[in-house]
């Protein structure tokens, strides 16, 4: 059986690994994949990533802050970062 990556999610961890923050979604379809991110000095944390590589060939970007993944107000968070979603790339056989 194949299965499909989905969920992409952004943790936290202040101390090396031992323990992670509850996780901030970013894109619960199936087909999101090599997700590459960058903080910038403003602490924005800019994530992109791949969306059905192999037909949609969609490229994605949205951003966030460390203070939306430990949030306790969750669903406006991820409202927040799905309104901050914009395609960057878009090509493939479902334009």
Do not use: C
């Amino acid at each position: 059986m194949k299965i499909k990556r989905s969920h992409l999610m952004a943790f936290i961890s202040k101390n090396d690994g031992k323990s992670w923050s509850r996780g901030l979604l970013i894109d619960q379809r199936e087909g999101v994949s090599y997700p590459d991110g960058q903080e910038t000095a403003d602490g924005t944390i800019h994530i992109v990533y791949d969306y059905n590589r192999t037909t949609n060939q969609n490229i994605f970007i949205t951003s966030f802050t460390e203070n939306d993944i430990l949030a306790n107000d969750y669903d406006k968070r991820i409202i927040k970062v799905f309104n901050n979603r914009k395609i960057v790339s878009a090509g493939g056989i479902d334009k």
